[in-house]
């Protein structure tokens, strides 16, 4: 299921996602071609079940979409609805149709109506419904009228909005998913797109490093380049490698150290990756016209969303030292530190 | 043994004086500029801000006051530079002519080019860049084509310049071009020529940043002529005069302070109880920011007295461009504060302005490469 | 595109049936082991242990079992190994044995050196040593010079091998050694010889490190006589043996949990309730750990699979000793314990003790110049 | 005044401080020769008013010997004493002769008696007199006859006692001083040792890289052993300038936030340094027979004394957030960051 995705989703962004798209999108034009063209694919669909009409993928499966939308810097909200769609899966309810998004709620109910505020939504202007958690439900809503804009550094719309005695359109207990599933999915999501990224920020640079020539021959020879470039694959590695078994273990069960983990990780392989493939592709690789720049600000971005590594790495610090040392060994093997 | 000691220096009381002085205008003209414009700060371009302090005198402090200057020395030139930096005045407009070009022409240039040139300079209203890199010459100056060719008593340029920090604003550049064919020294056969950048022939190219901003150029050169008194210093020694002006360009408070702007918003953003994690980060940055001006007033004295600490002088280069770099790194752990670009927070504006801006620190000067390759020959690692 | 994917692997449940076998284990025997003693865990000598524990059929567990191994997979294997290390088991008498020599011989061994060798290691009580770096040759393993000659059906060993761990406390030596003159190709020309360290002309010099212990030795070779089946493999394959054992001892647990004993004693000294700080590198090590661990495991299904996964392997090693290099100085960080040699609280003996080992964690199985220069080469840069 | 103290303590160090001298202080044996030369040549007295029978060198002046003291890895007091007599002169006391140490008093006093803890004192056994701060005077007491040892990573004595009613041998108020005086002398010369070390650590690395061939080539030829050292020399010359800074400064006042700054910058710079030279020397670093060891070992475990990087780094982090933004670079030009 996994390569039959991959191959999907590379060739369906290899085809509708120009460089036009990417800079119309980052001016503020929601990618219509491109979004027709994920959903026709069934994309958005990966993680349902097929009894609900999904593609009968598991979370671990869209793993390599979500990576792939960030590999490519995918505009929109490829990633978000994704999750939104497991979600509610999860909890038995069907998909929703067109873009979705999810967001950290804080405010309350009364008689069934919610109130409050939605801070720092993806995309939330451009979408149909919004998932959020509260009261030990899941709870999908028709998304406001009215919305206040802001921009992350890769330019994607970053929204609030108040909800006023708002009822949801479905709503479904959370049963076995944690009470903060939203923001454990949001930050699932932003560490696949951060190891997509990185492995794009990889390609380029090597690409760079044997091609760029100076004192008399390619860069990617001097000893400096090539260890940076070594770097780089590293936190790349790693990032992925964790990011995958936060899908994995949350394919049976949210595992909130594996999340936390895996945005601590790659927020912080976002950064360093970064840097490395501004140093090594140098003054071409901080103007506009090269690609570049279009990866490294999303990471800048991403790694801040949902919780920045600050947020995960102390939870994680806060629960292993609950526990004490003679703790930690088997929770760590168990993916079980308390996060 | 190392090159330098970086021996203590203390401001002398001369120097001190021009800090009151700096801090009233400051003051005075600060309000007015946005949040994001003092991020900018040494990158921000502000013809009007230049005249004003122009007019106040508080440009060419070093140069002799027959030029327009104040005839103070080096480190009340350094009170007043820092002063601008650290309160995250819009300096670009002037700085370069300011700290290389007028320096410069005083030691190597004709009487004629110092009276030309200087006053305008310290006015705050004739703008000079600096054209070095080419196309495919990257780090590798020496590998650098643009050349002038002698037709009658001048020259006839040609080629081309790339990442020349504000040509598309700047009145005048002065440029490193080949004036003779390749010789066995690698850097001989070079000169310095100040080109009027509204002459016949030349081309400015604004060059996007990843930011969406223009500060970088390519500058294309089709045959153009340039007078005798174009030429600065002696033909051939335009690199032996390059080197010269760079441990100014390398050890200045511009090479620790051009994020600066970030480490107050964000002292402002965590508030005065910090917790462990911020105080921590807080102290250490703090703490380098202290050691490493020390090393740069270090420098300032060496050059003060007539020394060539170009090794000290990349020191302080690329510790403050490690520190600069780690700035923003560092203030995204220590709050909540998504960055953004548009409405928000200062903290979310300057972060997301001078995160994207982090990599261009390593790109002016040398790069981290060339300066680490610099220090280790210093320490005749062979 | 990266060599290696580090896929997700779930241990295999019949795997994971080891743990509880050797927690158990762990339970009854680590309240005999000092803190100290902890600390040094892969790199601690202790044969009473190595005994116990191939008594208690904890060692051999990938080894088939007509040679009294447990017949288990690669899965079970790493899960002793790594409840082992976390630990702090002192394994070091039977670690390289188990690890390295013992497969060596499985793969190239005649069926007669593998009954007569590979018992005696399930055992615990057979210990073997690597003999690989000369004095010359450092990072360059293709400059050694150490030789074997022919002479009647055997050989004569001459020559010197360096910085070998355990080399004074085992029973033989698998040494690379070059038993051809030079051949066009570097790594031609090299063998694999089992070499008695009790045999007539071999001396053993245990080299004092920083700390004062003994872990490494220098080895002289005086026309010691070595039999036909000392040989291990093929005559002039050595490189290419030696090159295939690589993966195995670059990408297992203990890459990444030889000072994992002063995670522990940090977060008990740290207490229930951390600051910022403390929590925050408490979390961002634990992270890492965590992800490493997926790496590595991901390596030993590679491996498993028959592949060779040198790229992976060489990319956890890296990674992991910069973890573990970095833990003694987040630790000293974290709390105001100063280090202390002889008596001092657990974490201060074990903050001394690894904060001068650490050094030696980019020692063995490649420097981190050797380790970047393979990830680079296998992302194809030239 | 510098030129000769340093040229006299070179000097010295070199003739009188043998590799044997250091072993056998490492195990136990005070260094007796090298302190009577030390004596003799009235280093102890640099920081002393000609008045009170010093040499009449400032603070400022101490530095170079207090630096080649670490540089050299001098056992015994030779920091410490120089310190001491200090402020004793300091406050209009009398230096004291032989070996003095100096202690962080945890305690009261009653009638003028003083009980309390003293702990990680160096070399309180080998010591004639310590001295400590306590309500607002500074106090020189004989030391103690019982004695806790311990020892620090360079087997340096790092003593704890109990005083029970003890009489100070002198005394005098604090005057302009700061009540932690005693803290921020043992952080100042921590961090000139430490600066000491690294110039060591610097001139080591060098030779060894340009004598040591592997591949062909001298290592010091590689573009990563090249940047590994300059990246030394970078670290060796900040926690020099800072450390500076703060005894020129406590020359006339002592700055708080200097001294602050001079440890966490020099305490980070320890570790780092340390980390550099034992990767540039591999193996060979790593034995005993090689005297680097005599070098990191110091680093290692100065750098936690009179409290490490993270004590002093959040000293200054609450002091400029107490501040505030605004205050900021003025209080950093002047030195006087509250910390």
């Known amino acids: ?45 990966a993680a349902v079940s097929e009894a609900r009409g999904g593609v009968g993928g598991t979370w671990h499966d869209a793993f390599v979409l979500i990576q792939a939308a960030g590999r490519h810097g995918a505009p929109g909200l490829l990633a978000e609805t994704i999750a939104v769609n497991w979600l509610l899966d999860e909890v038995g309810l069907d998909p929703v149709a067109g873009p979705a998004t999810l967001a950290i ?12 505020v939605l801070r720092d939504v993806p995309w939330l202007e451009a979408s149909g419904h919004v998932l959020l958690a509260a009261d030990g ?5 028709a998304v406001p009228r009215e919305i206040g804009r802001s921009l992350n550094i890769a330019r994607e719309p970053r929204d609030a909005a108040r909800l006023e005695d708002a009822t949801p359109v479905a709503r479904a207990p959370l049963g076995a998913l944690p009470g903060d599933v939203v923001l454990l999915a949001g930050a699932m999501i932003r560490s696949a797109q951060i190891a997509g990224g990185l492995s794009r920020l990889l390609d380029t640079a090597v690409d760079y490093a044997n091609q760029r020539v100076q004192f008399g021959r390619s860069i990617g020879k001097f000893q400096s380049i ?45 950064g360093q990756g970064a840097a490395i493939a501004h140093a090594v592709l140098g003054a071409i690789g901080f103007t506009y016209e090269h690609s570049l720049h279009f990866t490294t600000r999303r990471l800048w971005a991403w790694r801040s969303e949902f919780g920045g590594q600050t947020y995960w790495a102390k939870r994680i610090g806060e629960g292993v030292c609950r526990a004490g040392g003679s703790g930690f060994w088997p929770q760590l093997v168990a993916g079980s530190v308390p996060a | 043994m190392v090159p330098s000691r970086f021996a203590y220096t203390r401001t002398p009381p001369e120097a001190e004086g021009f800090r009151e002085e700096v801090r009233s205008f400051i003051a005075a003209e600060i309000g007015a500029i946005s949040i994001l414009d003092r991020a900018d700060s040494w990158m921000g371009f502000d013809a009007a801000f230049s005249r004003k302090l122009g007019a106040a005198g508080l440009i060419g402090i070093a140069m002799p006051k027959r030029y327009g200057g104040r005839g103070a020395g080096a480190f009340a030139r350094y009170v007043v530079s820092e002063e601008l930096l650290a309160a995250g005045a819009p300096v670009s407009a002037h700085w370069i002519a300011d700290r290389q070009s007028a320096p410069l022409l005083l030691r190597y240039g004709t009487e004629a080019q110092r009276e030309r040139y200087i006053p305008g300079i310290n006015q705050g209203t004739t703008y000079f860049c ?3 890199s080419e196309p495919n010459s990257g780090s590798d100056l020496a590998s650098i084509g643009t050349r002038a060719v002698r037709s009658g008593d001048g020259w006839v340029l040609n080629g081309r310049k790339i990442w020349t920090t504000n040509a598309h604003r700047s009145h005048f550049m002065i440029a490193l071009v080949r004036t003779e064919g390749k010789s066995d020294d690698r850097h001989g056969g070079m000169s310095q020529f100040i080109i009027d950048l ?44 390059v080197m010269a002006e760079l441990a100014f360009e390398r050890s200045g408070p511009e090479r620790f302070l051009s994020s600066h702007t970030l480490l107050g918003t964000t002292i402002d953003a965590v508030g005065p109880a910090p917790d462990a994690l911020q105080a921590f980060h807080i102290g250490r940055l703090t703490a380098k920011l202290f050691g490493l001006r020390a090393m740069s007033l270090a420098v300032t004295a060496e050059l003060d007295a007539g020394g060539d600490p170009a090794w000290a002088a990349s020191c302080v280069k690329d510790i403050g461009t490690g520190l600069e770099q780690e700035l923003p790194e560092v203030a995204q752990l220590l709050t909540d504060e998504e960055p953004r670009i548009g409405p928000g927070s200062d903290q979310a504006q300057v972060l997301a302005y001078l995160t994207q801006m982090a990599p261009s620190f390593s790109l002016r000067g040398g790069t981290r490469e060339i300066l680490r390759g610099i220090l280790a020959r210093g320490l005749d690692l062979r």
Not at chain 1, 105 to 114: C, S, T
């Open chain 1, 1 to 45: 299921m996994r390569d039959m995705f991959e191959e999907t989703v590379e060739r369906l962004l290899a085809q509708e996602l120009t460089h036009e798209v990417r800079i119309e999108a980052e001016a503020g034009r929601w990618p219509e071609r491109l979004w027709s063209a994920i959903e026709e694919n069934g994309l958005t669909l």
């Open chain 1, 105 to 116: 709620f804080e405010g309350g109910a009364e008689q069934g109506r919610f109130s409050g």
């Open chain 1, 137 to 141: 439900e899941l709870l999908l809503f």
């Open chain 1, 226 to 270: 090539q260890h940076q470039i070594a770097l780089l694959a590293e936190h790349m590695s790693l990032a992925t490698a964790t990011a995958e078994t936060a899908f994995a273990l949350a394919a049976t069960k949210i595992s909130p150290f594996a999340v936390a983990a895996a945005k601590s990780v790659s927020s912080e392989a976002a």
């Open chain 2, 130 to 132: 600096i054209g070095m």
């Open chain 2, 198 to 241: 509204k002459a016949p022939g030349v081309t400015v190219r604004p060059i996007t940043d990843l930011t969406g901003q223009e500060h970088f150029n390519e500058i294309f050169f089709d045959d153009v002529a340039l007078d005798a008194d174009a030429l600065v210093g002696v033909e051939g020694n335009g690199w032996k005069q």
